[in-house]
């Protein structure tokens, strides 16, 4: 691992920004390489994940592994796909589900990460959080996943794996129809070694 990679990386799991607003305390969940060619930015940890330390290690992250088209082993392979929250640690409960990701982690670390990461050829922005902060435009979430092709190269927009969204990924069939497919075959064609020669 890149050392500056692997220092950025011990900082961020040793931060204590916000602890005292979490209310199971910190525990940042970050995975991340200096040869990682695929980003994903998601939302922050889950309870499953906070206690397990694994991102995506819940039925959101087998949805999403199945539609990249990866196994768990490529999906937890870092030196190919990075892993990077909006927020590092879980957040705690509201009303409808887990609270937004805290506001210090991604001005605090992301940037930092990201240059470390000069590989990178696609960055996955999960859900409106991630959207909203790397894309800033007067778009809906659904507005933004039906014109996907208008954030590449740089960015690829999907909306949360999360079993909440069954209702929406009903109501939108032409995302598994059309999104997926092209997912699935930007993501083969960055994660394959290099065409022989």
């Known amino acids: 691992m890149h050392i500056e990679t692997a220092l950025i990386l ?10 005292a607003h979490l209310p199971l305390g910190a525990n940042p969940v970050v995975r991340a390489s200096q040869q990682a060619r695929l980003m994903v930015i998601g939302q922050a ?13 819940d039925p959101s992250g087998d949805r999403l592994r199945e539609w990249l088209g990866v196994d768990r082993e490529t999906f ?8 990077m929250p909006m927020g590092f640690c879980y957040p705690g409960k509201g009303k409808s589900g887990d609270l937004p990701p805290r506001k210090e982690c991604a001005p605090t670390w992301h940037q930092r990460l990201l240059a470390s990461m000069p590989n990178i050829k696609l960055t996955l922005l999960i859900g409106q959080y991630a959207q ?4 800033q435009d007067r778009r809906s979430l659904t507005q933004r996943v039906q014109h996907w092709q208008d954030y590449l190269p740089e960015y690829l927009v999907l909306p949360h794996p999360s079993p909440r969204n069954n209702l929406w990924l009903r109501k939108h069939p032409w995302f598994e129809e059309e999104v997926i497919p092209a997912l699935k075959s930007k993501v083969l064609e960055i994660l394959e070694p290099q065409a022989k020669l």
């Open 45 to 57: 940890p889950g309870t499953k994940v906070h206690k397990t330390s694994v991102p995506w290690n």
């Open 76 to 83: 937890y392979d870092h030196t190919r796909i990075a892993i």
């Open 132 to 135: 909203a902060y790397y894309l």
């Open 10 to 19: 011990e900082e961020i799991r040793s931060c204590r920004l916000c602890e």
